[in-house]
Structures are given as C-alpha cells and as structure tokens.
T-cell receptor, first 114, second 115 residues
Framework: DTAVSQTPKYLVTQMGNDKSIKCEQN?????MYWYKQDSKKFLKIMFS???????INETVPNRFSPKSPDKAHLNLHINSLELGDSAVYFC?????????????FGSGTQLSVL | AQSVTQPDIHITVSEGASLELRCNYS??????LFWYVQSPGQGLQLLLK??????LVQGIKGFEAEFKRSQSSFNLRKPSVHWSDAAEYFC???FGSGNTGKLIFGQGTTLQVKP
C-alpha cells in the first residue's frame, strides 16, 4: 500500500483554467503538507494542515486553496492557472507536524501550464 | 537569513568510487539535520537524520553523514557508490525550535553515476 498517494501524476492545462490535485495518506498521521518544487529543484513549503486545521500558510497567491476534509486527505485547488505555476507539487505527511519529524512524501504531480 | 547551501549542483562519480555531498547552513539552525533522496519520478525519501549524540550518523543504503558544528556542515558520504544511487539529494535543516521551527531544504545535488 502506498503511504502517501497523490493524483494525478501529470497535469497539463491551459492558462486561466482551474485544477485540483488530490492527496491521501494511510499512515494515520496528524499533519499533511503541500510543497512546490520549481524547475531549479528548489523545494518550498506552501501549506500544512494539522487535523484539518491550517497551520502553515506561506506567501502563496490566494489562487491556491488547500482543503482538508479529514486528516487523511489534503487537496490543492488552483484557480486561474498561470505559466509560473508550472512545477512539481508534492504532498507530504508527518506524525504530529513537528519541524524535526520525518516527512513522508508522495511521488509528486507535475503541473504544466501552457 | 535562514539558508541551507549545497555548493555542488551536479556531481558525477564512477561506480565503486567514494562520494561526499556537501551541506552548509546559516546561523540560527537547530541541531536537527536531515538528508533526503529523490529518485527520478519519485517523492523524497529520508536517508538519515541527526538530532544529538554521536556526530557520525548512519542511514539507509550504506550512507552516512557527519555533523560538524564548528563548520556548520552536515556532509553526506558513501564509501562505494552503486549505479542505483543516481538521484537528487537534498539536505534539510530545522531553524527555530525542534517542535515549532521551520524546515528549510537546500537546492539539491544531482548525482550521476558512470559505469
């Protein structure tokens, strides 16, 4: 069983569209994250949720809206997609959300905005 | 500013050769240090971590890393590289406190292994 799974793996779309990426973890962890990896491989945190509550909200355009229906799921909805949104988006989870905990990552969603 | 620096963007080694990947961090870092590996098309996987105690830590896949406080470094090593080690390697460091601090990743080092 995959511990952290996200779908889709690839997403190609036009500028201006709205798209969603889904993430699920079966580890029983309390905290889930969204990270963005740009073309230079920089990995930067976007959001974290602990038990459905937003904990970290980095400087991310409000076109990005995370939603956590329960602690096992964290989805990312992006409105009005722009060229600069093209990147690989990783979902991750950790046991309690402490900064020094091991992170478990999904395999990523490669988003290409044309 | 809080930063983690991996000076080598790209490294190529021959299979069977030894490997060292460098990682340095700025002032303000806690002693919570990590190395993650990202294989092509995959998410990141934890290789090893240092929290306290012996400054030489062992990880999975035969990797080890040494914490040197005086040099603000946490370099990753492997005595003999295998072709399957070709991947992207990320150093990550917690700034602030271990519980509520912030995890910052370096920009990664791409390892290529020659046959």
């Amino acid at each position: 069983d995959t511990a952290v799974s996200q779908t889709p793996k690839y997403l190609v779309t036009q500028m201006g569209n709205d798209k969603s990426i889904k993430c699920e973890q079966n580890l029983g962890h309390d905290t889930m994250y969204w990270y963005k990896q740009d073309s230079k491989k920089f990995l930067k945190i976007m959001f974290s949720y602990n038990n459905k509550e937003l904990i970290i909200n980095e400087t991310v355009p409000n076109r990005f809206s995370p939603k956590s229906p329960d602690k096992a799921h964290l989805n990312l909805h992006i409105n009005s997609l722009e060229l600069g949104d093209s990147a690989v988006y990783f979902c991750a989870s950790s046991l309690q959300g402490k900064a020094n905990e091991k992170l478990f990552f999904g395999s990523g969603t490669q988003l290409s905005v044309l | 500013a809080q930063s983690v620096t991996q000076p080598d963007i790209h490294i190529t080694v021959s299979e069977g050769a030894s490997l060292e990947l460098r990682c340095n961090y700025s002032y303000g870092a806690t002693p919570y240090l990590f190395w993650y590996v990202q294989s092509p098309g995959q998410g990141l996987q934890l290789l090893l971590k240092y929290f306290s105690g012996d400054t030489l830590v062992q990880g999975i896949k035969g990797f080890e890393a040494e914490f040197k406080r005086s040099q603000s470094s946490f370099n990753l090593r492997k005595p003999s590289v295998h072709w399957s080690d070709a991947a992207e390697y990320f150093c990550a460091v917690v700034f602030g406190s271990g519980n509520t601090g912030k995890l910052i990743f370096g920009q990664g080092t791409t390892l290529q292994v020659k046959p």
